[in-house]
């Protein structure tokens, strides 16, 4: 039997039902105001609509998989042949442990190695110990270098002659980025003879070592400072036409200089943010070829790594649950090669087991979920597509922001980079603050009594420019106070829970408050004798019994008096709900309870 198609019409309609039976609408909102009631407003200034048909969703001519503007992929196979690239990162200064690591994850399924070498990580005059045994004309390798990469790309060449590895068969990258250098640093000087050398290294590379790109765009410094998909893809694309002018004015053809860029992006927990900021990069990226005439050769070459930014200290296993969705994410979006940061990260140094979850969660959606067996699987989607659009016309506008203020650099310069980050982080952590944005084991579900995995500790990462931000550090600071009022006391600071009515009635109250201030590393009683109390009942108890169980509470040596819920009663001091600032409450909380900060 056929049914009768839906209609837009109809969708709205059961939707304005929907909205007004939870007060989001009222009896004299209209159908034509349902989608405004329903829009999504993202960091990056887009509306992103609840409903998508053909008659909103119409962008421009996608093309082929591996053809021009690449928004389907780089590739025309894509990864249906073999997978993406598995690339796991190492940060380990001790070549032994460092060997010892990279051989155990390239026997048991890593395709490439993301080397981090120089000042904190492994020095470079160490890579033949570390490396031994690897079979460079076979895995591909990627040094992160920093400012380093002169003599880490000398040190890598020396290898290659000394294992008799012709470097026409070698593969991977120098990841020269002396733009992202100075984002990271705020170290202005010597720019000119960065960009200099990093030409130089790339006429090399494409004279002698096709199969190695000097040059790494590294976007995920301004997704770390804060940025959102448009800022992240518009200063991505302003640092490669920086770095394409440089290749060519070096003398490379504006093919060779192209296929000498490599971009990296992050890859969030929201995976239709991050298939659509891949698919728009490589679109804007092929307009610049475009533009520069070479068409046909701007199929970017992406390198996705799971955003360090989301991943949480505390409970850190949930951040299991956050990669898994972001290398989805990013084999769906088309990278070329995805990396997952292990699950304890934020906690020191991984160790083995940690890196074998990380290398294993690739494995498991190539091998088994067989993700990378169909190309652009979110291609067609008028979700999907509009996303792509909507991301590729706003990034391309910061783009020529940024390259109307001078380029990269003299935006980073003059603070309009910053601030332009600056805005999308205080939208992001407004929502982060309010628990808008729940990051779970975190601002919810918080466990006081967990027992961290202990780590070695990790070397500190280079800093003094742009910012690097995590989503939970509003939250993880606190926590860090409670610990150390914790080691210090032997207790955690107490909040007096004061109930009214049955448990039935206060049960609701108590839970929420109980989650909420444990966010902050504070524990809860029902017994007297904190400084701060919290009344927990329902709404119906509060006009008659609030005032004065707020007196009493004050004879008892409570300071601070709060009550969950909202209203205007005598005697409270603050009132604990939802959509409340969470860490602006948490703060005064600590405060009020002794614990320094």
């Not at 998989?65 to 780089?74: D, E, I, K, N």
């Not at 070459?301 to 850190?316: E, G, I, K, L, W």
């Not at 997952?340 to 190539?366: C, E, H, M, Y």
């Not at 109250?509 to 701060?532: D, H, K, M, Q, Y």
Request: net charge negative; proline share 6%; glycine share 10%.
């Amino acid at each position: 039997m056929d049914f009768p198609a839906a209609t837009a019409e109809q969708w709205r309609g059961l939707a304005l039902a929907a909205l007004r039976r939870s007060g989001g609408a009222t009896e004299d909102t209209t159908l034509e105001q349902v989608d405004d009631l329903l829009a999504t407003a993202t960091y990056g200034g887009l509306t992103v609509a609840a409903l998508h048909t053909p008659d909103t969703a119409s962008p421009p001519e996608i093309g082929l998989p591996g053809q021009q503007p690449f928004v389907r992929g780089a590739r025309a196979a894509g990864a249906v042949a073999g997978g993406w690239d598995i690339r796991q990162r190492y940060a380990e200064p001790e070549p032994a442990e460092l060997r010892e690591a990279v051989l155990g994850d390239l026997e048991n399924g890593t395709t490439s190695v993301w080397l981090a070498v120089g000042s904190g990580a492994l020095p470079t005059d160490a890579l033949p110990d570390a490396l031994e045994g690897v079979y460079l004309d076979l895995a591909a390798v990627v040094l992160d270098p920093g400012d380093a990469f002169v003599p880490a790309s000398r040190a890598w060449f020396d290898l290659l002659a000394a294992r008799d590895v012709e470097p026409g068969k070698a593969s991977g990258g120098f990841g020269a980025d002396p733009l992202g250098w100075r984002a990271r640093t705020g170290d202005t000087a010597g720019l000119a003879g960065a960009l200099t050398d990093a030409a130089a290294l790339a006429g090399r590379c494409v004279a002698d070592a096709p199969g190695l790109r000097a040059i790494t765009v590294d976007a995920t410094i301004h997704h770390d400072a804060g940025g959102s998909e448009v800022e992240e893809i518009g200063c991505a694309v302003a640092a490669g036409v920086a770095y394409l002018r440089a290749l060519t004015g070096a003398g490379l053809s504006v093919r060779a200089a192209l296929s000498q860029i490599e971009f990296r992006y992050a890859a969030t927990v929201d995976q239709f943010a991050t298939i659509a900021k891949l698919r728009a990069a490589r679109r804007l990226w092929a307009r610049v070829a475009e533009l520069s005439e070479e068409a046909e050769s701007g199929g970017q070459h992406q390198h996705a790594v799971t955003s360090a930014a989301m991943m949480t200290a505390r409970d850190p296993w949930v951040n299991l649950l956050r990669t898994t969705i972001a290398s989805f994410a990013a084999g769906v979006g088309g990278a070329d090669a995805v990396t997952v940061l292990p699950f304890d990260q934020r906690l020191g140094r991984p160790d083995a087991f940690s890196r074998r979850l990380a290398r294993n969660t690739q494995i498991l959606l190539v091998e088994e979920a067989h993700v990378a067996r169909v190309l652009d699987p979110a291609g067609g989607s008028w979700y999907v597509e509009s996303y792509t659009e909507q991301l590729a016309q706003a990034a391309w506008q910061w783009f020529t922001e940024i390259e109307r203020a001078g380029g990269l650099a003299a935006a980073l310069d003059s603070g309009l980079v910053a601030d332009r980050l600056a805005a999308a982080w205080d939208a992001r952590a407004a929502d982060l603050a309010h628990r808008r944005n729940p990051i779970t084991g975190v601002s919810e579900f918080p466990n006081l009594g967990e027992q961290l995995p202990a780590r070695r500790p990790a070397a500190t990462p280079v800093g003094g420019g742009l910012p690097q931000h995590r989503y939970a550090e509003a939250y993880e600071r606190l926590r860090d106070r409670s610990d150390a009022y914790l080691a210090a006391t032997g207790s955690r600071p107490v909040v007096h829970l004061a109930t009214l009515g049955s448990p039935a009635a206060h049960g609701p109250r108590v839970t929420f408050t109980t989650n909420l201030f444990a966010a902050g590393g504070i524990a809860v009683s029902t017994e007297p004798g904190s400084a701060v109390a919290c009344v927990c009942g329902p709404d119906k108890a509060y006009p008659e019994q609030a005032g004065p169980l707020a007196e009493r509470l004050r004879a008892a040596g409570a300071s601070r008096v709060l009550l969950a819920g909202r209203g205007d009663y005598p005697g409270v001091d603050g009132y604990v709900f939802a959509g409340g600032d969470a860490v602006a409450l948490l703060t005064t909380t600590l405060a009020d309870l002794g614990v320094p900060e």
